[in-house]
């Protein structure tokens, strides 16, 4: 990938170690772009790659807790971030779930791919289409659906 990109990079506590392990196995990608994580991610992130020897841009804000989930979404909002991987604990509850509900509600609206899980991980960062001059992303639509409409459609197809 020629592109050079801003990564976000979230997991939970008990999903830093797939974090961890999904950023090892992508480094040589992750390594020219510049990865924003939120503190204890971040930290665990910039440790396995120290001790790997892989030089990397990996900027840590707070904690998702203290707010890193908060920080990552108004970056979002800014259109800061290109690219989002959070890996989320969907069997335990997190007492900052709202602020976990905001980042992907943004994301959702702002069009910023994100990927909950390494395989979508996976498929968004290798993704010829980052590198396609030709290819714009549509714009979201935010228009009510009318069954009149669809109606008529379906009949002249």
């Given at each position: 990938?020629k ?6 990079i ?8 797939d ?9 040589e ?24 020897g892989i ?8 904690s ?17 971030i ?12 997190q ?18 791919p ?8 996976d ?5 010829s ?16 659906f009318?069954r ?10």
């Amino acid at each position: 990938m020629k592109k050079r990109l801003t990564i976000a990079i979230v997991a939970h506590d008990h999903r830093k170690a797939d974090m961890v392990e999904w950023a090892v196995f992508n480094a040589e990608t992750l390594a020219k772009h510049k990865i924003i994580c939120t503190g204890t991610t971040g930290n665990m992130v910039k440790q396995a790659f120290d001790e790997k020897g892989i030089p990397a841009e990996i900027i840590c804000v707070n904690s998702g807790p203290l707010g890193g989930d908060a920080e990552i979404a108004a970056m979002v909002v800014r259109h800061e971030i290109h690219l989002a991987i959070f890996l989320i604990d969907d069997l335990n509850p997190q007492p900052h779930e709202a602020d976990i509900q905001m980042l992907l509600r943004q994301c959702r609206i702002h069009n910023v791919p994100i990927a909950c899980n390494r395989y979508s991980a996976d498929l968004m960062i290798t993704s010829s289409l980052w590198d396609d001059d030709d290819y714009a992303p549509s714009i979201p639509r935010y228009v009510k659906f009318s069954r009149e409409e669809s109606k008529i459609t379906a009949d002249t197809e």
